[in-house]
DNA sequence: TTGTAGGCGTTATCAC
DNA sequence: GTGATAACGCCTACAA
């Protein structure tokens, strides 16, 4: 007999496996002697519940599913790490899945996780996602799903996301303040909420501090350092030199920096750079990168939270978003603009 | 009715539940007609089996646990990649869980999986796993693990392992050939198959190049980016600069580098560098370090597919060893000596 | 307070 | 070829 049941405590102390059932689950009377000498002899014979027995009779799998575009860059793992967590504290079992930033994949994704009878999804769309036609339907059928981070904002359930349009404001002025007055934002695909808010909060940040913001302050670039390589290239190419570089995420900030560097510009004092996301690179490259903080194992904590409230039930208003406050780390490469004598 | 069975199906075309699950499971006898009839109302009716009563009768929970130091740095979620290409498609699930590189969570992470009554496990071991009497004891009982990467020898289970031995060796040969002479290896804690065998690999091409090997020639610094750095600080404090260091892994390589530049030393001109395991920052960072490059992806299939071979009970050889190759990628920061001219 | 019996959704072993 | 029926390990009315 491989796994111990509760059969076999039944029959090792002649009582009924109802009455071993109950011992465990304290809401039914039972007698304390006897739900402690079960208890005991449980333990003692090495008893553990079945979970796939428990999952069966209660009707849901304990199972939540999390799709995430990658997870070879810090920010999703550490964002996992929360998830986890909270999930595994409350018993359930966390189905880890990458789409690869790739709409077709995360279609699969969701149907395997569907096959895998979920009780709860929780989400952070790839970048190529124009087609969230599955998802919606999931949605329509009342099926708990909560996003983070990458959010479409027309779907109507709750969301946990940073609050972009802040921190993407106060970074921009921080290199106002520093002496850059020809800034440009590289920023990400416009199918995610974050793309537009960072957008918003970089040219807002140029209006109040009068600068001009005009159609090229603005390159749609991508979210990966060949993005930011790529765009970076080409203002150098085209003569287009901007001061300072305001980045939609790291990695574009990264390829800004590899591409400056290769063509022999420094940083900051021809370029300066600023990131968003502060992944591990941040601090590693040369120079360091000024970059925005999100907290990333909070924001796991309030997605798996909010997950969990609306499995339970409770759904608080199926469409509200919570928005978490970061901060800005500064470092060499959006250091003070030194105005050379003239 | 939230989800359909068999049940349903049976109802809907007024056969027994018996013959709607042998329209499944085609190893039983159904007349065509049936089955395909069955199949097809299955289809509309939007029928899928329900996965944990297979579970349940089947008495495998399907479920396959992955412990990994972390999933910070590039290299484990790489690997997790490779893993859940071979599980999933067999339609097994899994629960992946880092132990944060510490002995006492990786121990409660092997009950977790226990208690979710997982098939086998696969295992990167923390490094600081001194006492693996938990992981001994399973592995007594029969249970199907495998280790990868951060493997014990001492343990008689499958491994997947990198040819560390023989990348050390060629890229420490590497440096010699670029023209290094007094070259320092950065070690790994002891307890890990692979800081042995890269010590080793290192030592050895030292001497066939007729280099001296002193006591000094190691120096046991750790696996991260502090280590490196720490490390580095001192051999410049005590004035015992070498003229390169090799590294056990990226992490320990840019930790050097880090404190190279810090003390305003040149790399590779006063001291040269290179690394080991390949992470994605080896391109990115300021020089890009040359590393050794292991086929992480090919590692995670080869690992999953020893553990599904154990569980499937083709046991071939309990002690089999996969040594997997790899490649040296070469760059700035091991550029040939420029000698000085005299 | 405890035991009996039925069911969760499958698969598998019998008969027919 | 098909249909009862008994499992798998657990929970939970209901009866005792």
């Given at each position: 007999m491989r796994h111990i049941t509760i059969k076999d405590i039944a029959k090792a102390l002649n009582v009924s496996i109802s009455t071993v059932s109950r011992a465990f689950n304290d809401k039914y009377d039972i007698r304390k002697e006897t739900r402690d000498l079960i208890i005991e002899t449980a333990e003692r014979m090495g008893y553990k519940p079945n979970p796939i027995a428990q999952k069966l009779i209660s009707r849901r799998s304990y199972n939540i599913g999390v799709i995430v575009p990658e997870f070879i860059n810090s920010f999703f793992p550490q964002v996992i790490m929360g998830i986890q967590k909270v999930l595994i504290e409350q018993k359930y079992q966390v189905l880890i899945m990458s789409s690869n930033e790739n709409?077709?994949?995360?279609?699969?994704?969701?149907?395997?996780?569907?096959?895998?009878?979920?009780?709860?999804?929780?989400?952070?769309?790839?970048?190529?996602?124009?087609?969230?036609?599955?998802?919606?339907?999931?949605?329509?059928?009342?099926?708990?799903?909560?996003?983070?981070?990458?959010?479409?904002?027309?779907?109507?359930?709750?969301?946990?996301?940073?609050?972009?349009?802040?921190?993407?404001?106060?970074?921009?002025?921080?290199?106002?303040?520093?002496?850059?007055?020809?800034?440009?934002?590289?920023?990400?695909?416009?199918?995610?909420?974050?793309?537009?808010?960072?957008?918003?909060?970089?040219?807002?940040?140029?209006?109040?501090?009068?600068?001009?913001?005009?159609?090229?302050?603005?390159?749609?670039?991508?979210?990966?350092?060949?993005?930011?390589?790529?765009?970076?290239?080409?203002?150098?190419?085209?003569?287009?030199?901007?001061?300072?570089?305001?980045?939609?995420?790291?990695?574009?900030?990264?390829?800004?920096?590899?591409?400056?560097?290769?063509?022999?510009?420094?940083?900051?004092?021809?370029?300066?750079?600023?990131?968003?996301?502060?992944?591990?690179?941040?601090?590693?490259?040369?120079?360091?990168?000024?970059?925005?903080?999100?907290?990333?194992?909070?924001?796991?904590?309030?997605?798996?939270q909010l997950l969990l409230q609306q499995i339970k039930g409770n759904e608080p208003g199926r469409n509200e978003t919570i928005v978490l406050n970061g901060k800005l780390n500064i470092r060499e490469s959006s250091a003070r603009k030194v105005i050379p004598a003239v």
């Open positions: 709409s077709e994949t995360e279609k699969e994704n969701l149907i395997t996780m569907e096959n895998n009878m979920v009780d709860g999804i929780i989400i952070s769309l790839s970048c190529e996602t124009k087609n969230i036609d599955y998802l919606k339907q999931m949605i329509d059928a009342g099926f708990p799903i909560v996003m983070f981070n990458r959010v479409n904002e027309d779907l109507p359930i709750p969301k946990v996301v940073f609050s972009d349009y802040k921190w993407s404001f106060f970074a921009t002025e921080h290199l106002i303040e520093n002496g850059y007055r020809n800034i440009i934002h590289f920023s990400g695909p416009k199918n995610l909420s974050f793309t537009i808010n960072r957008a918003k909060g970089f040219a807002d940040a140029l209006r109040k501090h009068h600068l001009p913001v005009s159609g090229s302050s603005i390159i749609e670039s991508g979210l990966f350092v060949d993005d930011g390589y790529r765009c970076m290239q080409k203002l150098i190419d085209t003569g287009h030199l901007p001061d300072a570089v305001f980045a939609v995420n790291d990695p574009t900030a990264i390829g800004a920096i590899k591409a400056l560097k290769k063509n022999g510009l420094r940083i900051p004092h021809d370029v300066a750079v600023a990131g968003f996301s502060e992944s591990s690179l941040a601090e590693l490259i040369d120079p360091a990168l000024t970059s925005v903080m999100q907290p990333t194992f909070e924001m796991g904590i309030k997605t798996a």
